[in-house]
């Protein structure tokens, strides 16, 4: 079959006024068919703070009552609080404690890589400790998500001895646990601590084809071509074919090094050995020829993919549609995706964000509004990808009224707002010059326990300072204090007294570092003050400069002793 998007290139782009009253929603989406248009000045801050405060009140409700819970609920639980885990582990502990239910595996699982996704490692290791000792198994599941968490945090040498402690948890010492940890570590770019690793256990557990896969790609991964070639030759010696994943990895270095020439001598290398390409393979290679601007060498990728027989997954249309959409070619990124269930292939949550975050770019806001709503109906969960391009349309384009329905479908979709989530809508305030906005969504950031990174605080503060909000500036310094030195602790701390009784040794470690905290913020509370003080008198200099317009020497003042900023 041929498809018409190879043959033609149109420009669709739609253009939108920025009145947030002149934009209609579309037609029968989830926000019109029920009823949820308000039209208030802080409805942002009311939306968030308003629904995270309500989840504190039940959590904390929950102590001392009682309910029938099932598995799915508490799974669904989880998965909302999946970005606090002060809330989470308190459900988690309260869910525990209710006559005939019992967590599964799973649920530990879960709960475990939330803790560990928090850096809450002292409690992670409460928990997998309490399932040891449990009728509850530590998994290898259990094992590879302590793994990923560790390395995620740069404790590689933690994962380490993670490795070393499994037996103790009832996990095997074996090829497939000890892979877990290499992929953990190559996933995090340390492939060194990987190859040491298996230097030290290879001849104690016997590796496998994916053991010398993970390390290859690993050394392609750090552009270590020749120590990849190694590894490739030892597999070779120990009796294991290259297949098709050892050839990719090969093939994947390349491509990022846009050597073409190379890409194609290891194609034909593999078809000489009959060792076909697969959807992965192609799919790399389509999208380093679209990012390197070529695209009609892309494009004949997918035509050599139909003729070998190799089926496009949902990945390789994604990436196509990608490739089509940076290039201006709309409305052939649109057949894409319109032919994906006409070849059985149906779109998942890459390919709706893909499709939603070049709608976004574009200012196509029924569009990427009605994307949305497909992806209701083919109940195909979104995730934090999927609404961060929308928070950002919706600040650029101040659709104040469209934000505030988002956030509440984020939450009716269990997806909860994290650091990210609330830098982007600080940093979108502050461009699109909504800064009383700007500093509600920064003050709703702090009050949830989160600490600004330096990046954000500063380009709110930057702009405050430019349009002369002195006041505000100030109250942005005094937040960034609170942050510092209380952290969550004023907003739950029954719910960590809640949580506590089953981690004593975890709530002595965070205890201290309660007390590191509050000696931290002594140090920088005088400075901050003075900070303050100094804004406070270059106002009033200011207004001296304005009342004194024929003043030199307030205006050399003014000019030569400027606050500071920090």
């Known amino acids: 079959m041929e498809c018409s998007w190879v043959k033609f290139s149109e420009n669709d782009n739609q253009q939108v006024g920025d009145l947030d009253d002149d934009f209609v929603l579309p037609t029968g989406s989830y926000w019109v068919d029920n009823n949820k248009v308000q039209d208030q000045r802080t409805e942002i801050k009311c939306t968030v703070g308003d629904i995270i405060d309500s989840d504190v009140d039940r959590i904390k409700a929950l102590n001392g009552s009682t309910a ?21 582990l308190g459900f988690f ?21 939330i803790l560990g996704k928090c850096k809450k490692f002292d409690f992670m290791w409460g928990l997998v400790d309490e399932m040891s000792r449990s009728e509850v198994s530590v998994t290898l599941v259990t094992m590879t998500k302590v793994f990923r968490r560790l390395t995620k945090a740069c404790r590689y040498k933690d994962a380490i001895e993670a490795f070393g402690r499994v037996k103790q948890f009832g996990v ?3 090829a497939a646990s000890m892979n877990a940890l290499l992929d953990a570590l190559v996933k995090e770019n340390s492939v060194e601590h990987a190859q040491d690793v298996f230097s030290e256990f290879k001849n104690q557990i016997s590796p496998n084809s994916q053991t010398f896969n993970i390390l290859i790609h690993g050394w392609c991964k750090a552009r270590q071509v020749e120590k990849a070639r190694n590894a490739m030759g030892e597999m ?7 297949d098709v994943i050892s050839y990719t990895c090969f093939i994947e270095s390349y491509c990022r090094e846009k050597d ?57 249309y994604s990436s196509l549609i990608h490739v089509l959409s940076k290039t201006g070619r709309l409305k052939d990124a649109r057949e ?9 292939v149906n779109p998942d949550v890459l390919t709706y964000n893909t499709m939603i975050t070049t709608a976004c770019e574009h200012s196509q806001e029924e569009n990427a509004l009605g994307l949305l709503g497909e992806m209701e109906k083919s109940r195909c969960k979104p995730d934090l990808r999927t609404y961060a391009p929308l928070l950002k349309m919706c600040c650029r384009k101040k659709r104040m009224k469209v934000l505030s329905f988002l956030l509440e479908h984020m939450f009716e979709n269990d997806v909860s707002l994290e650091l990210g989530t609330y830098s982007l809508l600080v940093r979108g305030f502050c461009k699109c010059g909504e800064l009383e906005r700007a500093c509600l969504i920064f003050e709703e950031m702090v009050l949830r326990g989160f600490v600004p990174m330096d990046c954000t605080s500063k380009m709110l503060r930057k702009e405050l300072e430019r349009k002369g909000m002195e006041k505000e500036k100030a109250g942005i310094y005094q937040l960034i204090l609170n942050s510092k030195s209380q952290g969550r602790y004023g907003k739950v701390t029954d719910l960590i007294t809640f949580i506590a009784p089953k981690f004593e040794g975890a709530m002595l470690h965070l205890q201290l570092a309660q007390k590191a905290a509050e000696v931290t913020s002594e140090i920088t509370e005088r400075k901050l003050e003075l900070e303050a003080q100094l804004v406070e008198g270059r ?11 024929n003043s030199d020497w307030a205006r050399s003042v003014f000019i030569m002793h400027p606050a500071r900023s920090l």
């Open 93 to 113: 502990n309260w869910a525990k404690s209710q006559t005939g239910f019992e967590h599964s595996t799973d649920l530990y699982n879960s709960m475990v890589d």
């Open 336 to 344: 894409v995706f319109d032919d994906m269930s006409k070849q059985g």
């Open 236 to 242: 070779e010696r120990l009796g294991f074919p290259l």
């Open 539 to 549: 106002s009033k200099i200011q207004e001296q400069v304005l009342n004194n317009p």
């Open 260 to 316: 073409f020439h190379k890409v194609d001598t290891v194609l034909e290398e593999m078809q000489e050995k009959g060792c076909s390409p697969n959807s992965v393979t192609y799919t790399i290679v389509m999208h380093a020829l679209g990012k390197a601007k070529e695209v009609n060498e892309a494009l004949k990728v997918y035509e050599k993919m139909r003729q070998s027989g190799c089926v496009p997954d949902s990945s390789f």
């Open 172 to 174: 095997s010492k074996d």
């Open 68 to 88: 029938n819970v099932s598995e799915s609920f508490v799974d669904q639980i989880l998965k909302r609080f999946s970005n606090d885990w002060v809330l989470a």
